[in-house]
Structures are given as structure tokens and as C-alpha cells.
């Protein structure tokens, strides 16, 4: 979906490369057989949540975002 109309992200300020959109295809794709939203910025407000739990994890961010000295 994504990289079937690749000017999409401009629209939006962002520049991303083929491989990314290539991802953000997959999962569009994934998400719209699911029923779920595939808007591009459902994808990127759920790969933000999936790296912000990843630094919580990591121990580089606490739980209520503040960064860990």
C-alpha cells in the first residue's frame, strides 16, 4: 500500500527509505486483513509504542519517560 503510492510520506515532512516502506506495506497489509487501522500513522504511533517499551526494557527510559542517567 505504502509503496504503491510513494509520495504519501511527503505529504506528511518524512523521507523513508524503500526497504522501510517495503515494511510499512507489510504491516499496512497485515493491519488491513486484521481489521485494524493502517493508516500510516497508526503504524507509526504503534512502531513508536513498540520502541518506546523496548527502552523502557533496555533500562534507558523509565516507565514514566524520563530517561535514566
Known amino acids: ?30 493491519r488491513r486483513k486484521n481489521n485494524e487501522a493502517f493508516t500510516l500513522a497508526a503504524v507509526v504511533e504503534e512502531a513508536i509504542e513498540c520502541y518506546y517499551d523496548h527502552l523502557v526494557k533496555e533500562g534507558h527510559l523509565e516507565d514514566d519517560g524520563t530517561p535514566n542517567p
Open 1 to 30: 500500500m505504502a509503496k504503491e503510492i510513494p509520495d504519501a510520506p511527503k505529504q506528511f515532512g518524512i523521507r523513508l527509505s524503500g526497504e522501510t516502506m517495503e515494511l510499512v506495506s507489510a504491516i499496512q497489509e497485515y
